[in-house]
């Protein structure tokens, strides 16, 4: 019943049994909570400083309030020792110590903690030049750029490469190509005849030396990501991204490389000491999970051809030929059949149909399939399991013979982006049409981009792979990285032919410093800030950009004037433009790297 007081207000009287806990305290109790899970899901080493940072004050307007940009107070970063040269933070010797041998583990990605990150800037070595444009630079490189010796008296025999002068000249040879590796890759040409039709378009090499095969392979169309650990063969990555091939540090050992599920149309392995039979096969299973249905597995090397190889092995016929048989034995459990096999090279190729696969469902099978928990394309810090990633039936279009022949397959929606949240044919239509404007407008802003003097390009938060297909018919090679934490959309970038990694910005990318020609981002700060520290993303930046390498930093008006704070205390040079639609709310920072040498002596 409703009473009136003395203004004539209504007064309310609860039912005394009711058990309704006043509005207040209900307030009081959801602002304490809301506090607390504010602490737990944004702790403050993700913030920013907060003697750092100034907000604007909110300007209010009649319709609308707006937030003035970020401001960041000017601040200055000192210059690493000269002994961070070649510093790579999440595959440092200095702290191999720390982590086991066992499978190699301690070659595997152990960033340091926060509070151990170094927020300095990394010099380059003393007498270090601009790079050697491309494709001179596939077969040479200045010899103070990557300063390493050891390789070259290792390796020289081998033909991986040779100092003359100030260069490493590098005659593409290798440990199973003595003849060359143009001669190498006719050989295989001969025995996968896809190789030559479009139909392999991306490849992966696992121990790749100084990465000549995917570099000859860059020649006949096919994209090859060179992968390698960082290890006493001093700076096999440094050396391939210096010739403006594409590679990446890694190691296959006790977690999943960074790649989707059925992506490489090939994978090649030569005489990389992989020991694919031990530890219950488990490397090879991870071959099988990142190679395509229909793709090839390419071995050269121990125990192919033991018979002519053996006694240059250190081992016995008997030894060789049980090896072989015993991997023999193996691929075929995990669905491959041998291809087809002469001299050095033997081919298997991964079964394409259900009927072996059915057999790997059986209860009594190994290596057995892998469960549902399993998540095929789950590859960031994700455990190396002794089980079998098995092709979606569902996927009818995954396979090698299914999929649209290079470059055909660059423009075509791929079945699998249905599996993305929000993902359909219209939308990659709409998005690869929207790159074509934008790297219109981004090659009047910075006109070195589709010339010789841009080959390294990293596109940090990519989506489709979008901005790389606008630049296909350009002198370059863009690795699209697509966030851990973000819609999984690399299946997508691999299916239309392109390459790219996961990873995550709160920590150090897996390659060597000053290996980018052209890094961009589009809204990485207005997607990541609440978890990444924008500073030290930064740092990351300048320590992988090549002095005078270029940066686009497509972002919102909120952040680009800190960015350009921090990118001036960096010594890049900036400017700020406006986007191709003229729009207020979004800017592009053009930014150029500067060249400096250390005050420090260097070897």
């Not at 190699?104 to 340091?112: A, G, K, Q, W």
């Not at 192919?304 to 190889?309: A, G, H, K, L, S």
């Not at 057999?359 to 892998?370: L, N, V």
Request: aromatic content about 10%; some cysteine; proline content about 7%.
């Amino acid at each position: 019943m409703k009473n009136k007081d003395k203004d004539g207000k209504p007064i309310y009287h609860p039912d005394k049994n009711s058990r309704m806990v006043p509005v207040s305290i209900l307030l009081v109790i959801l602002c304490g909570v809301s506090f607390y899970l504010g602490g737990v899901f944004c702790p403050e080493k993700n913030k920013l400083n907060a003697k750092d940072v100034v907000r604007a004050e909110t300007q209010d307007s009649k319709e609308h309030s707006i937030v003035a940009p970020l401001q960041i107070k000017s601040v200055s970063f000192p210059e690493c020792s000269v002994d961070y040269q070649d510093y790579t933070p999440c595959t440092d010797p200095r702290r191999w110590k720390k982590y086991g041998y066992h499978r190699l583990t301690f070659m595997e990605r152990h960033c340091p903690p926060i509070y151990e990150r170094k927020a300095c800037l990394v010099p380059p070595p003393n007498g270090y030049k601009v790079p050697i444009r491309w494709p001179k630079s596939k077969n040479e490189c200045w010899y103070r750029n990557v300063p390493y010796d050891w390789i070259d008296k290792q390796k020289s025999n081998q033909h991986w490469l040779k100092k003359e002068g100030e260069k490493f000249l590098f005659p593409g040879g290798g440990t199973m190509f003595p003849n060359g590796v143009s001669a190498y890759v006719d050989l295989m040409q001969d025995l996968i005849p896809p190789m030559k039709d479009g139909a392999i378009r991306t490849a992966i090499d696992t121990g790749c030396g100084v990465a000549s095969w995917g570099g000859d392979l860059l020649d006949r169309g096919i994209l090859t990501v060179s992968l390698a650990p960082r290890d006493n063969h001093e700076a096999q990555v440094q050396f391939a991204l210096e010739r403006g091939i594409p590679a990446i540090l890694g190691i296959i050992s006790t977690q999943r490389l960074p790649f989707p599920s059925n992506s490489f149309d090939m994978a090649h392995c030569s005489r990389c000491l992989i020991p694919w039979t031990e530890f219950g096969g488990i490397y090879l299973m991870e071959i099988h999970r990142i190679l395509r249905p229909g793709g090839f597995w390419v071995l050269s090397g121990p125990p192919v051809n033991y018979e002519n190889r053996w006694r240059g092995w250190n081992t016995t016929m008997e030894d060789q030929k049980a090896d072989y048989e015993k991997l023999q034995e193996l691929l075929t459990a995990l669905c491959f059949k041998l291809y087809d096999k002469k001299d050095d090279i033997a081919v298997w190729q991964k079964a394409s149909d259900e009927s072996c696969y059915k057999k790997i469902s059986d209860p009594d099978a190994y290596p057995p399939k892998c469960d549902d928990s399993t998540e095929p394309d789950s590859a960031w810090y994700t455990p190396l399991r002794a089980c079998v990633v098995v092709p979606s039936p569902k996927l009818k279009k995954l396979g090698l013979k299914s999929v649209q022949k290079w470059p055909e397959r660059l423009h075509v929606a791929p079945e699998r982006i249905s599996d993305v949240p929000g993902g359909s044919s219209g939308a990659f239509k709409h998005d690869d049409s929207k790159w074509k404007v934008r790297v219109k407008h981004y090659k009047k802003l910075l006109p070195a981009l589709g010339t010789d003097k841009i080959r390294n390009v990293m596109d940090m938060n990519t989506v489709y792979g979008g901005f790389a297909a606008s630049v296909i018919s350009d002198p370059l090679w863009v690795m699209n990285v697509v966030s851990s934490y973000g819609p999984n959309t690399l299946p997508v970038i691999y299916d239309r032919g392109l390459i790219g990694t996961y990873h995550d910005w709160r920590e150090a990318f897996s390659t060597y410093p000053r290996t980018y020609d052209l890094l961009h981002l589009d809204g990485l700060f207005t997607a990541e800030s609440h978890r990444c520290d924008v500073k030290f993303v930064l740092l990351e930046m300048d320590r992988i950009l090549r002095p005078g390498g270029y940066a686009l930093v497509r972002e919102s008006t909120y952040f680009v004037d800190a960015i350009a704070t921090i990118a001036k205390a960096m010594r890049w040079g900036c400017r700020k433009e406006d986007t191709e639609y003229g729009v207020e709310k979004e800017k592009i920072l053009v930014c150029q790297k500067k060249l400096w040498f250390s005050k420090q002596s260097s070897r």
